[in-house]
């Protein structure tokens, strides 16, 4: 039985990349529209494979060395060298994750722009098939490497017994670092890259010049567009790789517990070690399933069809989850606790049930689903929170700042009550496992999560290729309406990534716990608060960090698109007209304007823009990218501190990190979410305002404000949680002496 559970195992990650293939194929079918989206699609895609290409040149280097210091320091009667191998493994699987969504991204991105001159449910479908191919790679990538990973260990080491599992469990962890740590960098440079962009061509494209949005004078439009891949495509997909692998491997190693005397099952006393698998796995098909369900007629609402999709997928998991646990796992076992004991200081005995597991998973589903309706609520269009930032626009800036601030320190508190309720729930019906395989229900069907999430980047740069080749209005009409719902379903993604990263943390800390022999953290003791509110600060230094990084980028970007407006003759001088002509349409204009503005077309320096994103997202993704791996080491083993120390600043890392990356990514949500409701008109106060207003303009300060909120600091957060607990729990064999 366990022979054809584990070599099933990656046939069905097989089955994810067959989806992804097949998939692929029929987005390249589609047409891509005129020669001139071909052409400015073409500058998108060569500016993304060019940061990528970048990127990964410097991250090799990291990976190499990291990689050679956890073999040489490997123990080898816990641990192996061939930890340093997984690392390597695991780095390219998350680096192959993002590059494959990025690649069908910028095929599918001119594609429903095209659909788009249409359809808009051609245009829906061809965006969320891109989404798709990407959520199905990251899945089937993630499942495939693992499982492959397990089977060629366990044949090298045995896991004949509880000793030699543990070895095989930690030289796997390797693979979630190394995940892990190529999510972080990615996430922090793709961020810095996409918000310096887009704070500079808002600023100077808008506010200043009072040119449209993606508009072709703008000269940061390209690098604005570039961005959404590098940041929000590869970025994302190596930050939900990392949240799915993390979530799997915690599972296994507090699963590898139960293999005593007592756990009868039909898995040589693997069952709980291979659950998380065959979960992740079952997810693909489920997820698969999925798909079907995403529809949507003309005029109908993009959002209600992508809800469909995940919902229909997360009630055929459940469903399945039920038969899958209880065929795997015995119906009762009791096993000791080493991590609870007593009031009179005997160990705890728990006593466990499948069915107890089957519920913590699906408490774990149910409460990622109720986050994403909870983000859906604080960051949606037309929803009260956006509103209220709307309204308090028609004062200024500062108001709408304001605003948006409270929005997102609001948003906080039912997330915050569903993960703490869900860990409650979890933790009685399973104990430490119980909230680890919560964490795997809660992305289980990450294909099709995903899918929606990575929807909204290409329908935004589906967005800027109808403005950039001057397409009629309605396109522009059909691509907003599913880039609005795309600013919805990325925030609803991040609540599901951060959710899933409070309690893969959790699990991750539980595992460290096991591994490193720690009884208690005790938080009398002075080195354990030291470590809680060294843990508790990193996340402020962290998204200074990344905030800082964006800030001094975009303020380059302002500089070379001012330059470029005011020594650019052809620029300067379709602006002027563009400004003494208002809203009148080019058409409309006289025969000798229309030939002036023309004359602009293509005279914007791209390219500049597009280098300076690049080299300032790769010289300041480094810093904060090394403090998570660094400060766990130096917290371990400076003298004072210790393995206690470590446990102290894991909680206060995850508390602090959890806290702020809801507050930023929400906030960043409805702040755009409120810009974009000028695009069809608002009523503040009996009267209507649109684009250009000076509400609108208020709005378009904020969105700047709430952009590196929602994209560089706040999503990278919950990577940095789950990186420092990885790199804990790597650190732990070393520190059981």
């Known amino acids: 039985m366990t022979q054809n559970v584990l070599y099933g195992l990656p046939v069905l990650g097989l089955l994810g990349l067959v989806y992804v293939f097949w998939k692929s194929a029929w987005i390249t079918k589609q047409d891509e529209g005129t020669d001139k989206m071909k052409k400015i699609a073409g ?25 050679l210091l956890l073999a040489l320091t490997a123990n080898s009667e816990t ?10 493994i695991g780095a390219f699987c998350s680096a192959l994750a993002g590059y ?116 072709p004078l703008n000269p940061a439009t390209i690098a604005d567009n570039v961005g959404d891949n590098v940041g929000d ?34 898995f040589n006393g693997l069952s709980a070690v291979l659950l998380p698998l065959v979960l992740a796995g079952v997810g693909i ?66 006593n466990m049930t499948a069915l107890g597991v089957f519920w913590a998973t699906v408490i774990g589903l149910v409460g990622g689903v109720l986050i994403g309706l909870i983000t859906e609520y604080y960051t949606g269009m037309g929803k009260t929170p956006v509103k209220s930032i709307v309204r308090q626009s028609g004062t200024g800036a500062a108001t709408n700042i304001i605003a948006g601030l409270g929005v997102g320190m609001m948003s906080t508190m039912y997330p915050i009550i569903i993960i703490a309720l869900s860990i409650i729930g979890a933790f009685e019906f399973g104990g430490l496992y119980g909230i680890a395989i919560a964490a795997v229900g809660m992305l289980s069907n990450l294909g099709i999560q995903l899918a929606v999430d990575a929807y909204g980047p290409i329908s935004d740069n589906a967005g800027g290729v109808a403005e950039m080749s001057e397409l009629p209005k309605e396109v522009r009409s059909r691509t907003d309406k599913l880039d609005a719902v795309g600013n919805t379903t990325a925030a609803i993604g991040k609540g599901f990534a951060i959710a899933s990263a409070a309690l893969t943390a959790l699990a991750l800390f539980g595992a460290y716990m096991t591994t490193a022999k720690v009884s208690s953290i005790d938080v009398s003791k002075a080195n354990v608060m030291a470590g809680l509110f060294i843990g508790g600060m990193l996340p402020f230094v962290f998204s200074a960090l990344a905030m800082g990084a964006v800030g ?18 052809a620029l300067k001088a379709a602006l002027d007209l563009m400004r003494k002509n208002g809203d ?67 909680a206060g890392v995850t508390v602090s990190g959890v806290l702020l990356a809801i507050f930023q990514s929400n906030a960043g949500g409805a702040w755009d979410n409120a810009k974009k409701s000028f695009e069809e008109g608002v009523e503040i106060n009996g009267q209507m305002y649109y684009k250009k207003s000076d509400p609108h303009k208020a709005a378009v300060v904020g969105d700047t404000v709430g952009d590196p909120f929602k994209d560089t600091s ?24």
């Open 79 to 88: 641990s192996s060298p061939l930890v340093g191998l997984s690392f390597i």
């Open 584 to 650: 009148k349409p080019v058409e409309e204009w006289s025969a000798e304007e229309q030939k002036v503005f023309h004359e602009a077309d293509g005279k914007a320096e791209y390219g500049k823009c597009v280098e300076i994103s690049t080299q300032a997202a790769i010289r300041q993704m480094v810093l904060p990218g090394l403090m998570a791996v660094v400060v766990p080491v130096v917290i371990a083993f400076l003298p004072g501190f210790g393995k206690e120390a470590l446990g102290g600043m894991l």
């Open 100 to 215: 494959i969504g990025m690649k069908v991204a910028t095929k599918a991105n001119v594609r429903t722009t095209n659909a788009a001159r249409t359809s808009l449910g051609k245009a829906l479908e061809i965006a969320f098939t891109g989404g798709s191919v990407m959520g199905m790679g990251v899945v089937g990538i993630g499942v495939l490497g693992l499982s492959i990973l397990f089977i060629i260990y366990m044949n090298i080491f045995g896991a004949g017994d509880q000793a030699s599992l543990n070895q095989v469990l930690t030289i796997i962890t390797g693979f979630s670092f190394g995940a892990s740590s190529i999510a972080l960098f990615a996430r922090v440079g793709g961020g810095i890259y996409t918000k310096a962009a887009d704070v500079g061509a808002d600023l100077v494209g808008k506010v200043e010049a009072g040119i449209p949005e993606d508009h």
């Open 285 to 350: 098909v489920m997820s698969f399933l999925g798909t079907f369900f995403v529809k949507v007629k003309e005029g109908g609402d993009p959002q209600r069809a992508l809800n469909m999709g995940e919902f229909v997928s997360s009630a055929f998991m459940i469903v399945a989850s039920y038969f899958i646990i209880t065929w795997m796992l015995p119906a009762e076992w009791t096993y000791t606790d080493p991590l609870y004991s007593n009031p009179d200081g005997t160990p705890v005995v728990r």
């Open 552 to 569: 001094r980028a975009a303020m380059s970007m302002i500089e070379e698109v001012r330059r470029q407006f005011t020594t650019i003759p």
């Open 714 to 737: 706040g999503p990278s957060l919950n990577i940095l949680i789950k990186l420092m607990s990885v790199v804990a729990l790597v650190l732990a064999p070393l520190l059981v002496k």
């Open 233 to 266: 495509v590869a970025g994302m997909g190596a930050d939900l790789f990392e949240s799915y692998v993390g979530s799997i491997v915690g599972t296994m190693v507090l699963g590898a517990a139960f293999m005593v005397d007592g756990f009868a099952d039909n």
């Open 43 to 67: 500058h998108i895609s060569e500016g993304a494979m060019a940061f990528l290409k970048a990127e990964y040149k410097v991250l090799a280097i990291f990976v190499v060395c990291v990689s």
